[in-house]
């Protein structure tokens, strides 16, 4: 009963420090991304959403804020009509899109991703 009792233990205070530190990474995320709205770096997400909804209709399913090659981008995960997935890079300043790709619906024959779309 002993020798299992140690590893329990020691397995339970890895799982809490690694959710700590999720929970930690987390924060400090939501801190930088709250930082660039309020320095002017990134649009508020609702407006970014509002403008990508007119060309990209679909449900909001996941929103991240990366930083990527100096920028700030929101990567969109939309569910479609049809239940096609397109995931969506956007540039969190203009709101323009950077890239898509798209996932047909589950049992569709079309294509398992489409083009990616790249402005400046």
Do not use: I, N
Request: hydrophobic share 40%; net charge positive; proline share 7%.
């Amino acid at each position: 009963m002993k020798a299992l009792f140690l590893p329990c233990v020691v397995a339970l205070c890895l799982g809490a420090c690694t959710a700590l530190s999720v929970q930690a990474d987390d924060q400090r995320d939501h801190d930088r991304a709250r930082a660039a709205l309020k320095a002017g770096e990134v649009l508020p997400l609702q407006e970014v959403l509002d403008k990508v909804q007119r060309s990209h209709p679909g449900e909001v399913l996941e929103v991240e804020l990366e930083r990527e090659d100096g920028r700030w981008v929101y990567e969109l995960k939309l569910l479609q009509s049809g239940g096609r997935l397109l995931r969506l890079d956007v540039d969190a300043k203009t709101a323009s899109v950077l890239r898509s790709r798209q996932r047909p619906a589950p049992g569709s024959k079309a294509p398992s991703a489409s083009a990616p779309e790249r402005r400046p």
